[in-house]
């Protein structure tokens, strides 16, 4: 990990890996690209209640709150908790992770993204105007709430194709700085 997990605090990034096929696949993918394929998941902590860190994280039934417990106690969990952020900022991601609640996932950018991993030319292209996107994939939607904070954040591929990858390589490199 990158920073301890008492260094935490709200609007960090969790950059994380999980099981079963779809996670494998990911980090495949982020191999074949020549990536970090140690994380294929990311969410972005909101708040600490009862000793519990809660989440908000895009997945396959739309974007909810998670219980971080699991990713802390992994040995592959990276953070971007020495990336300096304001209060301010802080609350800007917070709120804009509590925006997008409910956002279907993008199953489109996982279809792209595999694409592109194999080498096979985009079919579609979005971008993302001052909205709540339409949906999203869990590195996205941290993307897009770092953007919204004015924040830095991973620049590999524009925001809605950003990857658990990228968030990976911009808290082991220390991008922000």
Known sequence: MTA??????PGDVLAVRTGGVAASLIRFGAAIE???DLDNHVAVVHHVTAGVTWCIEGRPGGVGWADAEKYLASRWTVTNALQPKTPVQRTQVTAAMVLALGTPYDWAAIADDALTAL?????????????????VVCSSLAAWGYGKAGLARPAAHDGPRTTPADWTQFDLMHAWA
């Open 34 to 36: 020549g990536e970090p």
């Open 4 to 9: 301890a997990v008492d260094g935490l605090a």
């Open 119 to 135: 080498r096979l030319p985009e079919l579609w292209g979005e971008r993302w105007d001052s909205q709540v996107p339409a949906h």
